[in-house]
């Protein structure tokens, strides 16, 4: 057996409130683990961590049971540790796609779907609800790792959006639009 | 001359590419374009899809704007096509049709627009405020500019206590 570390993924959800972030990489610490890449960020007043970290194999049961105590004492509603394959970053985007609309049940579904039937691989998504009242407003914004047919994707999500009533617009991700 | 009713989106008369303006509707939507701009205290610009006008004219007006470095006084272009741009900065924005959101959009810092009356020249605040606008009238607006949520896209507490964003 290698003495290479041992990666876990890291999930949890809570009640916002100040120290989640700290309790966690504390005992993260204390169990000589890093962490590798996070994302960490408040919806809808609740804040969601997901951490990939790399831990010695001698402090598995230490890591469980450090994350398990902050879980009862900070009253999280979620905390899951998942041995995961120590895998590459993955695909990097190559276009951002805009869809946005009247707000309805759906829209992540059917665009989603629509990329994944023609191969397009997601690797970021972000929705946001905005508006007020009677006309909310549903903005979602789609990182995509595109290796076939660009033209072809464009003309399906413009059909998907014409179906839908959603206005989708794909861009090449860093390019100039002057 | 009046006063009109800013239409907000999801209206799809916003996402129309608008028809080449022909004299008579320049004046008379031009019109409309600046009684209407003037009502709105923080505004610095408006197109005439915005007001269900879909026809190429736009009204821009940055010279009581902190923010504007230089400016050409009120603008009312009929027919504007950006025919050079240079420069690229990343600025605040607003828009009158989508209320609740402002955000960071990359725009050119240097044009020139050719237009029914002739040739303008803009720089800075200005320039994003005429390409905000000239957008407009190919119905794209600025959520279709931004790429990311997070990092990029605001929502607006209400209009005239944020002090960055501008009205559009």
């Not at chain 1, 120290?19 to 960020?41: F, Y």
Request: proline residues 5%; aromatic residues 2%; negative net charge.
């Amino acid at each position: 057996m290698s003495g290479g570390p041992t990666y876990y993924a890291v999930s949890a959800i809570g009640r916002d409130r100040p120290g989640i972030v700290a309790a966690i990489s504390r005992v993260l610490l204390d169990v000589d683990g890093n962490i590798e890449d996070s994302q960490m960020s408040i919806l809808r007043g609740h804040f969601a961590v997901m951490l990939i970290v790399a831990v010695p194999e001698s402090k598995r049961s230490e890591l469980q049971s450090g994350l398990e105590a902050v879980r009862a004492e900070l009253g999280l509603e979620a905390m899951a540790v998942n041995e995961v394959e120590q895998l590459d970053r993955g695909e990097e985007p190559t276009h951002v796609l805009s869809v946005y609309g009247a707000d309805h049940p759906g829209i992540v579904h059917t665009v989603s779907e629509a990329l994944a039937d023609r191969g397009a691989n997601i690797t970021d998504v972000q929705t946001k609800l905005s508006g007020a009242g009677e006309s909310p407003v549903y903005v979602m914004l789609i990182e995509i790792a595109v290796s076939g047919e660009v033209e072809q994707l464009r003309e399906a999500l413009a059909a998907v959006g014409e179906e839908a009533g959603l206005d989708v617009s794909l861009r090449e991700l860093g390019a100039e639009a002057l | 001359m009046a006063v009109r009713e800013i239409l907000l989106y999801p209206d799809r008369r916003l996402k129309e590419v608008c028809a080449p303006a022909q004299p008579p509707q320049l004046e008379s939507v031009g019109a409309d374009l600046v009684d209407t701009m003037g009502s709105i205290g923080h505004c610095s610009g408006i197109a005439a899809p915005q007001l269900g006008e879909l026809v190429r004219v736009v009204a821009v007006d940055v010279s009581e704007h902190p923010k504007a470095e230089s400016s050409n006084g009120l603008l009312v272009l009929g027919n504007p096509r950006v025919v050079e741009a240079e420069g690229s900065e990343v600025g605040r924005e607003g828009c009158l049709s989508l209320p609740d959101l402002t955000a960071n959009v990359r725009r050119a810092t240097r044009i020139v627009v050719e237009h029914t009356a002739g040739e303008v020249r803009c720089e800075g605040f200005e320039a994003r405020c005429v390409l905000h606008e000239i957008d407009h009238l190919d119905g794209v607006l600025f959520l279709d500019r931004v790429e990311s949520l997070v990092d990029d896209v605001f929502r607006r507490r209400s209009y005239g206590e944020e002090p960055e964003p501008q009205g559009r």
